[in-house]
Structure formats: C-alpha cells, structure tokens
C-alpha cells in the first residue's frame, strides 16, 4: 500500500495552527504505521473543534489512513479514524471506551486507483458535529448524540498507516 499524507492540525475553528507541521509520509506496506509525537489541546484556549486536513493517493482497496486519539493521561477520551474500504472512504469518531458514535461513507471515484484526493476532518465535541469537506466541495454534517468527556488539556496524537487496536 503506497500513501502519501499531507497534513497539518487546526484547533480553535480556522485560526490557530498547532506546532505539528505539514508532512509527505510514504507508506509501503499494509502493515506499516507511523506514530508522531503528541501535541497539546488546550480545549478552552484552542477552541472546542479540531480540523484535521489530510490529502491522499493510494492504490488499496482496504486500510487504515489515519487516526487521531486525544487522551488524559493515558486513557483515550475519543479517537478519530479514517480508512479506505474498496472504492470509499469511512470514517469513525469512537468516545474513551471504544463505543462508535459516528461512522460515516462516502463513495470517492478513483481513491483506489492512485488518483489524489483532499479532504478535511471536522470534530466538535461541544457541538456534537462531525464534519467532512472534500476537495471537490462535497461538505457531509454528521449530528452524534453521546457525549465525549473532555478536559482542559488533552494530548493529540496521530497515527498514520495500521497501528495497534485501530489496525
């Protein structure tokens, strides 16, 4: 499986850009992962939505893309997960103990074939919205009615590839 990921994480709606920076990750097997060092949330500062942006190009027709967990003190308060399943992209958003609150589909022509496709992940816990706008304008609002707990300072680390209980 060949990825190539171009990223960056907002916090506090479109403004504030955390410290980790746009990378290029190249992925050359189903198993492979890469797990980058955490960052701060800081939830009343930074503001309650994460964005995370992501543009890809992949050959698979099944895998893991790219998860986000936010967690205190090593307990995961929800975790965000996007995966290729065949000719879409699914995504994810579970709370701390692993329960789906929202999983969504969408049908995305050529993602399997190498062709490169942007889109930008939008979680508001606050709110209860889970927002995905794709780069050809396509925008999907996801209402989820459970509650994720969070706290004033979250670490934020993502994983990119299969990895661990996400694989």
Request: overall charge neutral; aromatic content about 8%.
């Amino acid at each position: 499986m060949l990825l190539l990921f171009f990223w960056t994480l907002a916090t506090h709606e479109i403004t504030a850009q955390s410290e980790i920076p746009a990378k290029t990750i190249t992925l050359l097997s189903n198993a492979s992962f890469i797990e980058h060092a955490p960052v701060t949330w800081d939830y009343e500062g930074d503001g309650s939505q994460i964005i995370l942006p992501i543009r890809i190009r992949t050959r698979s027709v099944s895998g893991r893309l790219i998860t986000l967990i936010a967690q205190i003190a090593q307990e995961t308060v929800f975790s965000l997960s996007a995966y290729i399943d065949n000719a879409a992209v699914v995504i994810e958003l579970a709370d701390g103990s692993g329960k789906l609150l929202k999983k969504t589909q969408r049908q995305l022509p050529g993602v399997n074939n190498g062709m490169e496709h942007s889109m930008s992940i939008h979680v508001n816990p606050q709110t209860k919205i889970l927002k995905v706008v794709y780069g050809q304008g396509t925008v999907d609002s996801y209402d989820f009615t459970d509650e994720i707990k969070v706290h004033k300072l979250m670490n934020l680390t993502i994983i990119t590839g299969k990895h661990g209980i996400f694989a």
